[in-house]
């Protein structure tokens, strides 16, 4: 119940994209706040999960204020009103500095690739379309003639807990198994992951092998089964590389 109310909540007060809301660190601060134990560490986690998701600061900071309101509001239904000021400055801090963690992260150890999923970061495929864009400067040939994104993405907004992250798992394991010719392979959001491939005659097939791999992948766990349907698209890549960069982020967080 407190999980559906924060999240009805933070939808009402801004929360743009309500398919990446229900991460697993959802669960832990809704577990740490029913136990009525500290939330420090709960909320550390879910300001960096935030982070990783692309959600910013301040969307973070207003999805613990809705947070705050619903556990400081006795009501049990309608809407609850959402103060973005109203926040206790310590879970503030403690989610601000997560957010931070994992926006801005140590430089120096900064890996390329998400360690549960073993996909590639969306920082890394932006590298990579630069690459692919001033190779086609060099060609004279636009972007989308030579190479293809293909967007994967699941409906996990009536999945919880940790098998999202298992979804997505499973999604990036039948990615790599078809993909496995130098594609670059990308985690772009808790729901999301994307393909950059050369453009050749075999393309198609593979995404469609790639689709039906992960149904298959899917309909093992029963709680995935009702997602066992990805939706798998074809993105033309835009005339410059900012644009990609700008569709890269729209996709994220679709």
């Known amino acids: 119940m407190l999980r559906s109310r924060w999240r009805t909540a933070s939808i009402a007060a801004g929360w743009r994209f309500p398919s990446d809301w229900g991460v697993p660190e ?14 420090t560490s709960a909320l550390s986690g879910l300001g960096r999960a935030r982070a990783q998701a692309g959600a910013g600061l301040e969307e973070t900071l207003v999805d613990l204020a809705a947070l705050h309101a ?30 931070a963690e994992a926006a801005c992260g140590d430089l120096r150890s900064a890996e390329a690739k998400e360690n549960l999923t073993n996909l590639t970061t969306q920082a890394y495929l932006r590298t990579r379309l630069g690459e692919v864009y001033r190779q086609a400067a060099r060609l004279d ?41 130098g594609e670059s392979l990308a985690l772009l959001g808790p729901s999301v992951a994307a393909v950059l491939s050369e453009r050749d005659p075999g393309f198609a097939d593979r995404a469609l092998s790639a689709g039906w791999l992960i149904t298959e992948r899917l309909k093992v766990d029963r709680q995935l089964a009702p997602s066992s349907d990805p939706v798998l698209r074809l993105e033309r890549l835009p005339p410059t590389h900012e644009e990609a960069r700008t569709l890269l982020h729209s996709i994220s967080r679709a």
Do not use: K, Y
């Open 70 to 99: 619903v556990l400081t509001t006795d009501a049990q239904d309608g809407l609850i009103a959402t103060d973005p000021d109203a926040a206790p400055t310590p879970l503030v801090r403690t989610a601000a500095l997560g957010w």
């Open 26 to 39: 959802v669960d832990e601060v809704c577990l740490s706040a029913v136990r009525r134990s500290d939330l």
């Open 141 to 181: 040939v636009p972007a989308a003639n030579t190479h293809a994104l293909l967007v994967v993405t699941l409906d996990l907004s009536a999945v919880t807990g940790w098998s999202r992250i298992m979804a997505m798992v499973l999604v990036a394991d039948a990615l790599r198994e078809v993909f496995d010719g």
